[in-house]
């Protein structure tokens, strides 16, 4: 180790940020640039009869318009990238997603027509002028209707609007035969509500074409330009990828909504090479409401069953999963692989089984959000032990710690744990975290406080949640035979400059998560030159070799392993030009502190050196490429699993039902940790987010489909006064199967804090008779159970 | 996200801004801060043909201790008032209420005239003026006239102002009741706006209610003085019982607003709730 | 019609059509584009920016409206190539993911402590609640705020 790994190092790409030099997708203009605006559709589910765009044509800086029946059949919209088939072998269904609505529209804000003029203003006022006619249909927006006979059908070839059902683990006769025989079964039906990920920078997408070379050019908003360049050539617009270039510049976070392929990145490529001029669509917050991919909405039975001991016996679990009007890129894979592969939790439950009927309704479609089935996963899982622990009378610290997975390493003699669900664990000391926590908490006179509260009739309560995650996807050969279309590796080029100073190229996209720092941190140690000779490269698939990009919590376990192989490559090809230059042998020589030195000798020369040499190859190894420049593709062995325990200590005020978050703790394990305030930063950042679910935030849809809080003037986001500040910890239990053994932190902290929260308000009122709350736990819902208790 | 072309009038003074209104009729709209009028326009709710600024006009930038009353002129923005000595003194739920409003670059911008022309139904100011019994002075082509505050609101973004006339003062009365006011907010959790705002204004003597007022914001379509827990509690002695028989009133046999995400059951409970926080403050 | 102002210190003068908002003629018409839009109804505050010192949503503005205004954006925050302290307090406390919100929260700050230099952890909450933040769950910008009222004695 040197001197950067495991420290707080201030970040690079700051530096941009804090003085307004960032460059987003919108703040790009190109020479000649026209902008679109979308015409959506107002209704969840209508037969368009007619578009009448004669008064848009006649508008002032007109410049083209296009319907869906305009764009050639063969561009049959945009794909699905996990096939997810019936429990008995039948195909997924995988209803099309066109680029435009071809006759129907099934959500509110479905694509139906695009206007194109010289300002965005005129684009507005030309897109204003156009006139829609629909023949309004039924509309369904809760999944349980929608699977039901009768229910509004969305697609054609799609019965009962069901997509797949799925079933996992270790088989319904087990647990419900456990169940059976259980000494205490405790029951939850559970809603886990539709959220809206609402990163502050709207998506945006310009498309740009080069007809002398026949070339395309796409900036947009992504996490991912590699995996949009694929999914766009391969499966939407038919285009050879040579011939295209994704850039995905600074990004205003994405938190899983800037995963996918969205039909406006395809329709700007498309449109361009149409008006040979490059074309600006940005979204509107509405827009961003109405159409950027969506998150959680299951609604969940779940059972969990004890012995007489409190020992888990069984857990029983059926979901019913909205997926929205269409399948979106991961969709398919949040309430299955994402979210049923968890629902052993850090428990020894012998038996486990999960089922999950998914399907479509007229609402935006859902796909990853921040956590991406483990969060709902985690839900019900905690929210069953915490219930369990008031029924049975227990201390819910104490009915966790009797039922966890024992400590192991992932080493021989402390193999992985193999889940009832599929997973194989790779290390973990789930008490080690709870623990910890409690410590932190100062539990047992947390406790007292609790008592002492409740007896001046203050409604005080304390929530706990402990979680498992599966981060750093993903095994290629593992989720390729669970039906992803795509392996999930990383890619790293690192380039060395003649003159010893290195440039990485990551598929890695950052957007937030700091990588700019924490791989120049990587780097500068293994190499021992200073961070400053580091620069880092990524979002630009004409530059980085190839990359899956961010998101599963997966940049430093697998780009960074990627990142660590390239990295040994440099050294063993530069050892060889050392050893050349030393005359000595490779095996003579050690690397440390940026020098090759002859072991025992004090003759050694440095990094830079090496390099200047393999460019300048006079004096040189026979037979050996000049150049230092190494590429690596780096697969992971297994998922790696990060876990955690968290708590909120809350005060209801009594007369309004308003939720008081008092203290929020976690003590958090992703492994090691190369930037310990970037990765702080990442668990405040999920925390929040995770409050947010459970106090504040829930998109709703009205009864004809109309999403009745698209705005921020009604879809309620934790602000700084609505939170408090965050006292974290963390144990490090490092990942056995990577390089690094780093496990991921991106998510952890939305996954574990929504349970933990609902958990202390369920608890505050428990002395009333309130047994479970839906989320947002918003004023009124509190108030109205403490009503219905009274 | 853009608004719809109009013509744009800077006025030189109150009358300027006066003539113009005449001369560019119906559809001219008067611009102050911009605060409540940008927005809906940026959305094309709302689509005036020609904006008369009247931002500019210092004239209209003053907060005035007139002995009897305190004058506020239209043109002082949220922070002013938020902000300023006299009005903490005089009319303490005044400064509270415009510490409340939107966010701080809100108030920043944002004026009191232009919010009581707006008249939005979820504005703060509007129970906070009717409790502490404001007048409203307005000029038109005609000259000044004023408006109590109890016949200013007139129904859901209805005023009492004509169109070719402007807003120009708040008028405070420096009683003994004002100088005991406050205002107490349930906000809305996205936009903040109050799903009940009270104001209480309320003078004291010999531990009994000698005076009161109460004014709320945000419960109905318009804001209403409520008559139910001010007869209740005039003249009584302040003790727990009496202010928690007098908030029980609250809204009652008023119309009160529901939506998908707070219900008229318990918009009124909260009503009662605040009205009992308020008057329980001030006593 | 004719709009002039001053920007970061710098006189300009455009012909602007009256509908043009202000943050549109900072980002298009001078490049300016530090500043951020994040939505349509005057909520997210990642357009703040300082009109003749206080800081307003640019979003919600009439470039018009600012005929003969003093204007400062993020790009005029330093001072001779200098960091401003609040500047150099989100870098220092991690007050920054993204970077998408930062220059409204930095301009926020500077609005709040230019009104009270040692604000508590409660007016630094309120004071920024006209800022959203979706990566950092504001605890590291409440640090930063802090910081940078410490620096200044």
């Given at each position: 180790?040197?001197?950067?790994?495991?420290?707080?190092?201030?970040?690079?790409?700051?530096?941009?940020?804090?003085?307004?030099?960032?460059?987003?997708?919108?703040?790009?203009?190109?020479?000649?640039?026209?902008?679109?605006?979308i015409i959506r559709s107002p209704l969840a589910h209508a037969n368009i009869t007619n578009i009448?765009?004669?008064?848009?044509?006649?508008?002032?800086?007109?410049?083209?318009?296009?319907?869906g029946?305009?764009?050639?059949?063969?561009?049959?919209?945009?794909?699905?990238?996990?096939?997810?088939?019936?429990?008995?072998?039948?195909?997924?269904?995988?209803p099309?997603h066109p680029?435009l609505a071809r006759g129907k529209a099934l959500h509110v804000g479905d694509a139906v027509a695009?206007?194109?003029?010289?300002?965005?203003?005129?684009?507005?006022?030309?897109a204003a002028?156009v006139q829609v006619e629909y023949e309004e249909l039924p509309a369904v927006t809760d999944i349980s209707a929608a699977l039901k006979d009768g229910a509004p059908q969305l697609h054609d070839?799609v019965?009962n609007n069901k997509i797949?059902?799925?079933?996992?683990?270790?088989?319904?006769?087990?647990?419900?035969?456990?169940?059976?025989?259980?000494?205490?079964?405790?029951?939850?039906?559970?809603v886990n509500q539709r959220l809206v990920?609402?990163?502050?920078?709207?998506?945006?997408?310009?498309?740009?074409?080069?007809?002398?070379?026949?070339?395309?050019?796409?900036?947009?908003?992504?996490?991912?330009?590699?995996?949009?360049?694929?999914?766009?050539?391969?499966?939407?617009?038919?285009?050879?990828?040579?011939?295209?270039?994704?850039?995905?510049?600074?990004?205003?976070?994405?938190?899983?909504?800037?995963?996918?392929?969205?039909?406006?990145?395809?329709?700007?490529?498309?449109?361009?090479?149409?008006?040979?001029?490059?074309?600006?669509?940005?979204a509107e917050r509405t827009e961003s409401f109405l159409t950027d991919g969506q998150g959680r909405d299951h609604k969940?039975?779940?059972?969990?069953?004890?012995?007489?001991?409190?020992?888990?016996?069984?857990?029983?679990?059926?979901?019913d999963a909205n997926l929205g009007a269409y399948l979106s890129?991961?969709?398919?894979?949040?309430?299955?692989?994402?979210?049923?592969?968890?629902?052993?939790?850090?428990?020894?439950?012998?038996?486990?089984?999960?089922?999950?009927?998914?399907g479509v309704t007229n609402t935006a479609p859902v796909?990853?959000?921040?956590?991406?089935?483990?969060?709902?996963?985690?839900?019900?899982?905690?929210?069953?032990?915490?219930?369990?622990?008031?029924?049975?009378?227990?201390?819910?610290?104490?009915?966790?710690?009797?039922?966890?997975?024992?400590?192991?390493?992932?080493?021989?003699?402390?193999?992985?744990?193999?889940?009832?669900?599929?997973?194989?664990?790779?290390?973990?000391?789930?008490?080690?975290?709870?623990?910890?926590?409690?410590?932190?908490?100062?539990?047992?006179?947390?406790?007292?406080?609790?008592?002492?509260?409740?007896?001046?009739?203050?409604?005080?309560?304390?929530?706990?949640?402990?979680?498992?995650?599966?981060?750093?996807?993903?095994?290629?050969?593992?989720?390729?035979?669970?039906?992803?279309?795509?392996?999930?590796?990383?890619?790293?080029?690192?380039?060395?400059?003649?003159?010893?100073?290195?440039?990485?190229?990551?598929?890695?996209?950052?957007?937030?998560?700091?990588?700019?720092?924490?791989?120049?941190?990587?780097?500068?140690?293994?190499?021992?030159?200073?961070?400053?000779?580091?620069?880092?490269?990524?979002?630009?698939?004409?530059?980085?070799?190839?990359?899956?990009?961010?998101?599963?919590?997966?940049?430093?376990?697998?780009?960074?392993?990627?990142?660590?192989?390239?990295?040994?490559?440099?050294?063993?090809?530069?050892?060889?030009?050392?050893?050349?230059?030393?005359?000595?042998?490779?095996?003579?020589?050690?690397?440390?502190?940026?020098?090759?030195?002859?072991?025992?000798?004090?003759?050694?020369?440095?990094?830079?050196?090496?390099?200047?040499?393999?460019?300048?190859?006079?004096?040189?190894?026979?037979?050996?490429?000049?150049?230092?420049?190494?590429?690596?593709?780096?697969?992971?062995?297994?998922?790696?699993?990060?876990?955690?325990?968290?708590?909120?200590?809350?005060?209801?005020?009594?007369?309004?039902?308003?939720?008081?978050?008092?203290?929020?703790?976690?003590?958090?394990?992703?492994?090691?940790?190369?930037?310990?305030?970037?990765?702080?930063?990442?668990?405040?950042?999920?925390?929040?987010?995770?409050?947010?679910?459970?106090?504040?935030e829930g998109a709703v849809y009205d009864e004809s489909g109309q999403l009745a809080n698209a705005s921020y003037m009604d879809y309620a986001?934790?602000?700084?006064?609505?939170?408090?500040?965050?006292?974290?910890?963390?144990?490090?239990?490092?990942?056995?199967?990577?390089?690094?053994?780093?496990?991921?932190?991106?998510?952890?902290?939305?996954?574990?804090?929504?349970?933990?929260?609902?958990?202390?308000?369920?608890?505050?009122?428990?002395?009333?008779?309130?047994?479970?709350?839906e989320?947002p736990?918003s004023?009124q819902r509190?108030?109205?159970?403490?009503?219905?208790?009274? | 996200?853009?608004?719809?072309?109009?013509?744009?009038?800077?006025?030189?003074?109150?009358?300027?801004?006066?003539?113009?209104?005449?001369?560019?009729?119906?559809?001219?709209?008067?611009?102050?801060?911009?605060?409540?009028?940008?927005?809906?326009?940026?959305l094309r709710l709302?689509?005036?043909?020609?904006?008369?600024?009247?931002?500019?006009?210092?004239?209209?930038?003053?907060?005035?201790?007139?002995?009897?009353?305190?004058?506020?002129?239209?043109?002082?923005?949220?922070?002013?008032?938020?902000?300023?000595?006299?009005?903490?003194?005089?009319?303490?739920?005044?400064?509270?209420?415009?510490?409340?409003?939107?966010?701080?670059?809100?108030?920043?911008?944002?004026?009191?005239?232009?919010?009581?022309?707006?008249?939005?139904?979820?504005?703060?100011?509007?129970?906070?003026?009717?409790?502490?019994?404001?007048?409203?002075?307005?000029?038109?082509?005609?000259?000044?006239?004023?408006?109590?505050?109890?016949?200013?609101?007139?129904?859901l973004?209805?005023?009492?102002?004509?169109?070719?006339?402007?807003?120009?003062?708040?008028?405070?009365?420096?009683?003994?009741?004002?100088?005991?006011?406050?205002?107490?907010?349930?906000?809305q959790?996205a936009s903040?706006?109050?799903?009940?705002?009270?104001?209480?204004?309320?003078?004291?003597?010999?531990?009994?209610?000698?005076?009161?007022?109460?004014?709320?914001?945000?419960?109905?379509?318009?804001?209403?003085?409520?008559?139910?827990?001010?007869?209740?509690?005039?003249?009584?002695?302040?003790?727990?019982?009496?202010?928690?028989?007098?908030?029980?009133?609250?809204?009652?046999?008023?119309?009160?607003l529901s939506d998908v995400f707070v219900s008229e059951?318990?918009?009124?409970?909260?009503?009662?709730?605040?009205?009992?926080?308020?008057?329980?403050?001030?006593? | 019609?004719?709009?002039?102002?001053?920007?970061?210190?710098?006189?300009?003068?455009?012909?602007?059509?009256?509908?043009?908002?202000?943050?549109?003629?900072?980002?298009?018409?001078?490049?300016?584009?530090?500043?951020?839009?994040?939505?349509d109804t005057?909520?997210?505050?990642?357009?703040?920016?300082?009109?003749?010192?206080?800081?307003?949503?640019?979003?919600?503005?009439?470039?018009?409206?600012?005929?003969?205004?003093?204007?400062?954006?993020?790009?005029?925050?330093?001072?001779?190539?200098?960091?401003?302290?609040?500047?150099?307090?989100?870098?220092?406390?991690?007050?920054?993911?993204?970077?998408?919100?930062?220059?409204?929260?930095?301009?926020?700050?500077?609005?709040?402590?230019?009104?009270?230099?040692?604000?508590?952890?409660?007016?630094?909450?309120?004071?920024?609640?006209?800022?959203?933040?979706?990566?950092?769950?504001?605890?590291?910008?409440?640090?930063?705020?802090?910081?940078?009222?410490?620096?200044?004695?």
């Amino acid at each position: 180790m040197g001197q950067y790994m495991g420290q707080s190092v201030k970040r690079v790409e700051d530096q941009r940020f804090i003085t307004g030099k960032g460059q987003y997708t919108d703040d790009i203009q190109l020479p000649g640039m026209t902008f679109a605006t979308i015409i959506r559709s107002p209704l969840a589910h209508a037969n368009i009869t007619n578009i009448d765009l004669s008064a848009a044509k006649n508008a002032p800086g007109f410049v083209a318009s296009f319907v869906g029946s305009d764009i050639p059949e063969a561009i049959a919209g945009v794909p699905c990238g996990w096939q997810v088939d019936f429990k008995n072998g039948d195909t997924m269904k995988e209803p099309p997603h066109p680029l435009l609505a071809r006759g129907k529209a099934l959500h509110v804000g479905d694509a139906v027509a695009v206007v194109i003029a010289e300002t965005q203003a005129q684009a507005k006022d030309a897109a204003a002028m156009v006139q829609v006619e629909y023949e309004e249909l039924p509309a369904v927006t809760d999944i349980s209707a929608a699977l039901k006979d009768g229910a509004p059908q969305l697609h054609d070839g799609v019965p009962n609007n069901k997509i797949f059902d799925w079933e996992l683990g270790s088989g319904l006769d087990a647990v419900d035969s456990a169940l059976a025989g259980a000494a205490h079964v405790t029951s939850l039906d559970i809603v886990n509500q539709r959220l809206v990920p609402n990163p502050i920078e709207p998506r945006s997408a310009i498309g740009d074409y080069d007809d002398s070379r026949d070339y395309h050019t796409l900036y947009t908003s992504s996490q991912n330009p590699h995996v949009i360049r694929l999914l766009m050539c391969a499966f939407v617009l038919g285009l050879p990828e040579h011939k295209v270039r994704v850039v995905a510049p600074d990004v205003g976070g994405g938190f899983g909504s800037k995963i996918f392929h969205y039909i406006e990145e395809a329709l700007m490529v498309w449109v361009a090479k149409q008006i040979k001029r490059p074309v600006k669509w940005t979204a509107e917050r509405t827009e961003s409401f109405l159409t950027d991919g969506q998150g959680r909405d299951h609604k969940t039975k779940a059972q969990m069953g004890f012995d007489s001991n409190g020992k888990m016996v069984a857990l029983k679990v059926e979901t019913d999963a909205n997926l929205g009007a269409y399948l979106s890129t991961f969709s398919t894979a949040v309430p299955t692989y994402l979210h049923g592969t968890l629902m052993q939790g850090l428990y020894t439950t012998p038996a486990v089984h999960i089922t999950v009927n998914a399907g479509v309704t007229n609402t935006a479609p859902v796909d990853a959000y921040r956590g991406a089935g483990r969060p709902e996963a985690t839900f019900v899982l905690e929210r069953l032990v915490e219930t369990a622990a008031a029924e049975m009378g227990v201390d819910p610290a104490e009915l966790r710690l009797k039922n966890f997975i024992p400590p192991f390493d992932g080493s021989e003699d402390q193999p992985g744990y193999q889940t009832q669900v599929a997973l194989q664990y790779d290390s973990g000391n789930y008490e080690g975290v709870l623990k910890r926590l409690l410590e932190m908490s100062d539990y047992e006179n947390l406790k007292k406080d609790r008592e002492a509260a409740r007896a001046n009739g203050k409604l005080m309560g304390i929530g706990l949640s402990t979680y498992i995650e599966a981060c750093g996807i993903a095994p290629s050969a593992v989720v390729g035979s669970l039906g992803a279309r795509a392996g999930l590796f990383e890619a790293a080029n690192i380039r060395v400059e003649p003159t010893g100073s290195v440039t990485l190229f990551t598929g890695s996209h950052s957007h937030g998560q700091g990588h700019e720092t924490t791989f120049a941190q990587l780097i500068a140690d293994d190499l021992g030159i200073p961070i400053e000779n580091v620069e880092i490269v990524h979002g630009d698939t004409a530059k980085v070799p190839f990359g899956m990009g961010t998101y599963g919590s997966r940049s430093l376990a697998v780009g960074g392993s990627a990142i660590v192989k390239s990295l040994d490559k440099i050294k063993e090809k530069g050892a060889k030009i050392a050893a050349h230059l030393l005359e000595a042998s490779t095996e003579d020589l050690d690397f440390a502190e940026g020098k090759w030195t002859v072991r025992g000798t004090d003759k050694s020369v440095a990094f830079g050196d090496v390099s200047l040499t393999a460019y300048v190859p006079h004096n040189y190894p026979e037979g050996l490429e000049p150049g230092l420049d190494e590429t690596s593709f780096y697969d992971p062995a297994n998922f790696t699993y990060p876990f955690g325990a968290h708590m909120a200590v809350v005060e209801v005020d009594p007369d309004t039902g308003k939720v008081d978050l008092k203290r929020f703790i976690s003590c958090d394990d992703v492994g090691n940790v190369v930037n310990p305030m970037i990765v702080d930063g990442q668990i405040h950042g999920g925390v929040a987010q995770g409050i947010g679910q459970a106090l504040l935030e829930g998109a709703v849809y009205d009864e004809s489909g109309q999403l009745a809080n698209a705005s921020y003037m009604d879809y309620a986001m934790p602000r700084a006064d609505d939170l408090p500040s965050f006292e974290l910890d963390r144990t490090v239990t490092p990942c056995p199967h990577n390089p690094l053994g780093a496990k991921g932190a991106g998510e952890a902290g939305t996954i574990g804090s929504t349970p933990a929260v609902v958990n202390a308000v369920v608890d505050a009122l428990r002395p009333l008779g309130v047994t479970d709350l839906e989320m947002p736990l918003s004023p009124q819902r509190v108030w109205a159970a403490m009503q219905q208790a009274k | 996200m853009i608004p719809e072309s109009f013509d744009y009038q800077r006025a030189s003074s109150v009358s300027d801004a006066i003539s113009l209104l005449h001369q560019h009729g119906e559809g001219a709209k008067i611009l102050a801060g911009g605060h409540s009028l940008v927005p809906t326009m940026k959305l094309r709710l709302s689509t005036p043909a020609t904006l008369i600024d009247i931002g500019d006009l210092t004239e209209l930038k003053y907060i005035s201790d007139k002995g009897d009353y305190l004058a506020i002129g239209a043109g002082a923005t949220h922070w002013m008032l938020e902000s300023s000595d006299l009005i903490q003194q005089k009319a303490p739920a005044l400064s509270q209420s415009a510490g409340q409003v939107g966010d701080v670059q809100v108030r920043n911008r944002g004026t009191i005239g232009g919010v009581l022309a707006h008249s939005d139904p979820q504005a703060d100011y509007p129970g906070v003026i009717l409790a502490l019994n404001a007048t409203i002075v307005v000029q038109g082509s005609g000259g000044e006239r004023t408006i109590a505050a109890a016949d200013y609101f007139t129904g859901l973004w209805e005023t009492a102002l004509e169109e070719t006339e402007i807003l120009t003062e708040v008028r405070i009365p420096t009683d003994n009741a004002n100088a005991n006011s406050c205002y107490l907010k349930f906000p809305q959790p996205a936009s903040r706006y109050p799903y009940v705002g009270c104001a209480v204004a309320m003078s004291t003597a010999g531990g009994s209610c000698a005076e009161i007022r109460v004014g709320f914001s945000g419960v109905g379509e318009t804001a209403f003085r409520d008559s139910g827990v001010e007869n209740a509690l005039q003249g009584q002695a302040l003790s727990e019982s009496s202010i928690a028989a007098a908030s029980a009133k609250a809204a009652e046999g008023r119309s009160v607003l529901s939506d998908v995400f707070v219900s008229e059951e318990y918009r009124r409970a909260m009503a009662q709730v605040y009205a009992k926080r308020a008057l329980s403050q001030l006593s | 019609m004719k709009v002039s102002m001053t920007v970061n210190g710098t006189a300009f003068e455009h012909d602007v059509e009256p509908r043009t908002l202000l943050v549109q003629h900072l980002r298009e018409n001078m490049g300016l584009t530090g500043t951020h839009v994040g939505c349509d109804t005057s909520s997210c505050g990642a357009c703040t920016i300082l009109v003749n010192g206080e800081t307003v949503k640019s979003c919600t503005l009439l470039a018009v409206q600012c005929d003969g205004a003093d204007i400062k954006t993020i790009e005029g925050m330093a001072t001779n190539g200098d960091l401003h302290p609040i500047q150099e307090s989100f870098r220092e406390k991690h007050g920054l993911q993204c970077g998408f919100c930062t220059p409204g929260m930095i301009l926020s700050s500077w609005q709040l402590l230019e009104r009270n230099p040692k604000p508590s952890e409660g007016e630094i909450r309120h004071a920024l609640e006209g800022n959203f933040c979706r990566c950092t769950g504001y605890d590291n910008i409440v640090k930063a705020v802090q910081h940078a009222s410490q620096q200044s004695a």
